[in-house]
């Protein structure tokens, strides 16, 4: 599904210039669950946004469900790819504030070219399926962090991608909202999505199938202490 | 599609009011104030221009006094009279004059009282004999009701006379009928057979009556003297020339010294209409550098709304481009945004500033309400939509330039911008 091979990626030009990703190489298959973990100003966040086509690589080779990913991208392809292959959960939920939750979740369908009728009508089912059929026509401030969540996700599944990619899904979230939101995603990868999550909470880390550990750019062994609690649940 | 992008647009304007109507009152404002001041310019150029009299522009009036310096053993101060044979002799020996023609007149300026009067009310107005040919030169006077003299009055000797809205006011009750109607000059009956409005003077110019010269002579005993001359230029002819060849006639025929600069006075309407001009050349010259100000304050204004409006969106466009949307459809849809709002607002703007110089028109008609110096403001429709199209044109460019640099950064950048 996802296939990466020596993936490096600088920011900035010459003497300040930072080597965030240092050859990440890995794979992801198709219907795993996965989460990224890794101390901040690992690189996670960075190998996340290449991963959604949101920043761009300077070396190596990317796979995206067999699609060659070039390092020289254009914007108006990466758009179209992402609009059709993956679908963002984010920790500010990132959604459209003078929208309401229907027509949030069906804005990426807009983009494919849906008419009106159409994407409203799968919205609303979508909604339904994240369990917020009852606040189909709320706006985001009326919504608790949770629900708009469940929004972002709803909005993350409309277009059935290849692969979910959720950055600190639940950062913004109290533990009993955090519990729900990764027992949508559980039920989600029940149905045969790949799911990628970027973390920094063990607990959450420990609900998925795989943990990828990220180092100073690389991918390495976790440190003990994550090891022996991945062990112990 | 397009259709559903309008819907979209639509609705997002709809949903974020206050950045629509802050970036419409820009060019609203900047349009009506715009068309406002131009209207305002135009009204007062208007007001001047109605102070004129109805004459051509391009008349001479010559009149005659006395004499400031003696000459061929004549005396000084003596009156010269200009007579109906100096007409004849300046249609001889004068080439290059389109109209020539002459008033006589009673009252007024010569303290002579003229009393005239229709039934039972009564008042005291200037009388003038006029020449053929007169009403060439008032060509613009307004006859509200009637006709004016015309050339077989005079030559069949007609005692009929054409008067000013300001004497039929004083002679006649409100409404009553005028024309055909008799009034009494000085004791001699007349028949009124026109009424007319001349704006020359402030309106004093309506206070007049005019009677055939020949008609006017024989009535009123003037004998053959006349007390102006006026003349047109055939087109190609100067005015110079004439007032140089017309003097000298005058002159050869009355005895006065060629030095004598006061015996004949002469009004040449194409100087004084040039001194005008170059006054309202002036008042345009202000109004387009008070205009231009006010369009490029606008200009700031809008250009200041839309790179703000644009930057506020910032996140928006982020969430967008990471949900599929290509960097081109930002762009249209945030240039399509603008030109809507812009164009719907300044159309308003021009529909409001229109509406209030014609309700000012509507009621400074119907009320009466005329002020000097200032009269039916009115705006050139072509200016006013180019000034639109400037504002709405640099609208869109204020918003292009934003916009194109929000949909160029990465979108995690953009979303992450509060």
């Known amino acids: ?233 | 599609m397009i259709w559903d992008s309008l819907q979209e647009i639509l609705f997002t304007i709809k949903q974020n009011r206050l950045r629509t109507i802050l970036t419409g009152f820009g060019i609203f404002w900047g349009i009506f104030m715009l068309v406002l001041l131009l209207g305002a310019g135009e009204g007062l150029k208007r007001g001047i221009e109605s102070t004129f009299s109805s004459d051509v522009r391009n008349a001479i009036w010559f009149s005659a006094t006395k004499t400031s310096l003696p000459y061929k053993g004549l005396a000084i101060d003596r009156y010269i009279r200009l007579t109906e044979s100096d007409l004849v002799a300046i249609k001889q020996q004068v080439k290059g004059i389109d109209i020539l023609s002459a008033e006589q007149q009673l009252g007024s300026s010569n303290r002579e009282p003229v009393y005239v009067s229709h039934k039972n009310k009564s008042g005291s107005f200037p009388v003038y004999g006029v020449a053929a040919g007169y009403f060439s030169i008032k060509k613009f006077q307004d006859y509200h009701d009637g006709r004016r003299l015309n050339d077989f009055d005079e030559y069949e000797n007609r005692k009929v006379v054409v008067i000013g809205t300001k004497v039929a006011q004083a002679l006649f009750p409100p409404n009553a009928p005028v024309v055909g109607q008799q009034i009494i000059i000085n004791g001699v009956s007349v028949m009124v057979i026109g009424l007319f409005y001349d704006p020359g003077w402030e309106g004093r110019m309506s206070e007049r009556i005019y009677m055939p010269l020949s008609a006017y002579q024989k009535t009123f005993g003037k004998g053959r003297y006349i007390q102006m001359i006026a003349v047109t230029p055939k087109t190609g002819s100067s005015n110079k020339r004439l007032v140089e060849q017309i003097s000298a006639v005058l002159r050869d025929r009355h005895q006065i010294s060629p030095d004598d600069k006061n015996a004949l006075r002469i009004f040449d309407m194409a100087e004084a209409s040039e001194n005008i001009n170059a006054t309202f050349f002036a008042v345009n010259l202000f109004l387009w550098f008070v205009g231009l100000g006010t369009l490029a304050a606008g200009m700031v204004g809008i250009s200041n709304i839309m790179i703000i409006s644009v930057k506020e969106r910032t996140q928006e466009i982020g969430i967008r481009k990471a949900l599929g949307s290509p960097p081109i459809k930002i762009i249209r849809t945030i240039l399509t945004e603008s030109l809507l709002v812009t164009v719907l607002a300044g159309y308003l703007g021009l529909i409001f500033s229109v509406g209030l110089l014609e309700l000012y028109n509507y009621f400074s008609d119907t009320a009466g309400l005329s002020t000097a110096y200032f009269k039916n403001p009115q705006v050139d429709m072509g200016i006013a939509l180019i000034a639109l199209s400037i504002l709405v044109f640099v609208g869109a460019i204020a918003g292009l330039i934003p916009a194109w640099h929000a949909a160029r950064v990465s979108p995690i950048e953009a979303m992450r911008a509060e």
């Open chain 1, 1 to 233: 599904m996802i296939f990466l091979e020596d993936i490096h990626k600088y920011y900035g030009h010459d003497a300040s210039r930072l080597h965030v990703l240092k050859g990440i190489t890995l794979e992801i298959n198709q219907g795993e669950m996965i989460s990224i973990m890794g101390s901040s100003g690992s690189g996670k966040s960075t190998l996340l946004n290449i991963l959604g086509l949101l920043d761009s690589f300077d070396q190596g080779q990317y796979h995206l469900a067999e699609t060659k990913i070039s390092t020289q991208l254009t914007e108006r392809k990466a758009a179209e790819l992402r609009n059709r292959f993956i679908g963002f959960v984010f920790q500010s939920f990132n959604l459209l504030p003078f929208k309401n939750a229907i027509e949030n979740v069906a804005l990426p369908l807009y983009y494919q070219g849906i008419s009106r009728k159409n994407r409203n009508y799968q919205a609303e089912a979508m909604l339904d399926k994240v369990g917020l059929g009852d606040r189909a026509t709320h706006m985001p401030n009326q919504m608790s962090g949770g629900q708009k969540q469940r929004v972002a996700i709803a909005r993350a599944l409309i277009t059935d991608p290849k692969v979910i990619l959720a950055d600190e899904p639940t950062g913004a979230l109290d533990s009993q909202t955090t519990e729900d939101i990764m027992q949508l995603f559980k039920d989600v990868h029940a149905e045969g999505k790949t799911i990628v999550i970027v973390t920094h909470e063990h607990e959450i880390a420990e609900q998925t199938d795989r943990l990828i550990w990220l180092k100073d750019g690389n991918v390495d062994l976790p440190p003990a202490e994550v090891m022996a609690s991945a062990e112990r649940s």
